[in-house]
């Protein structure tokens, strides 16, 4: 009965720890540096955000981790990744980003630029919170680059 007990007490330690760990941008470059990713760094906003950069499979990428407490725990996160585009914008490109968010489930495009500028910014997001039993893993990661290879092979595809 004791020995129940304090496996119980133990595994719910366990829990505790595991989801506690998931909202911290150290714990979360560990686990990125301990998967696929490289160039793994932190850099710190503010008191309340972190960015972690990393690369993987070809792509950059950041974990953006806000609403940080004093204990830098985060309970918002944005993975994302961006891609510099030469020229003007058009309504081409505007039109295939609005065709992939209304066609893919999770993930958000975007498209950051105007007409007038010699370049614009093209990219996808993921966001989720790490509260409740939400913890930032590996699974969120990998998930995160399956909506990246769905953005990018809709972005190569001829209209």
Excluded at 49 to 54: E, S, T, V
Excluded at 83 to 100: L, R, T
Excluded at 113 to 124: K, L, M, T, W
Aim: aromatic share 10%.
């Amino acid at each position: 009965m004791l020995k129940s007990l304090a496996l119980a007490i133990a595994a719910a330690s366990m829990v505790l720890t595991a989801s506690a760990d998931a909202g911290n941008p150290e714990a979360v470059a560990q686990m990125l540096r301990n998967s696929d990713s490289t160039n793994v760094g932190i850099e710190w906003v503010d008191d309340t955000i972190a960015r972690i950069d990393a690369s993987r499979d070809g792509y950059n990428y950041s974990i953006r981790m806000m609403d940080c407490n004093d204990a830098q725990y985060c309970v918002s996160n944005m993975i994302f990744a961006t891609f510099d585009m030469v020229g003007a914008p058009g309504m081409a490109d505007y039109m295939k980003i609005n065709e992939y968010n209304d066609s893919y489930p999770f993930g958000r495009a975007f498209l950051i630029g105007s007409p007038d500028e010699d370049s614009y910014v093209i990219g996808v997001d993921y966001t989720f919170m790490t509260s409740d039993e939400n913890v930032l893993g590996k699974e969120e990661v990998d998930l995160f680059f399956v909506i990246l290879d769905s953005f990018v092979k809709h972005m190569q595809e001829e209209s």
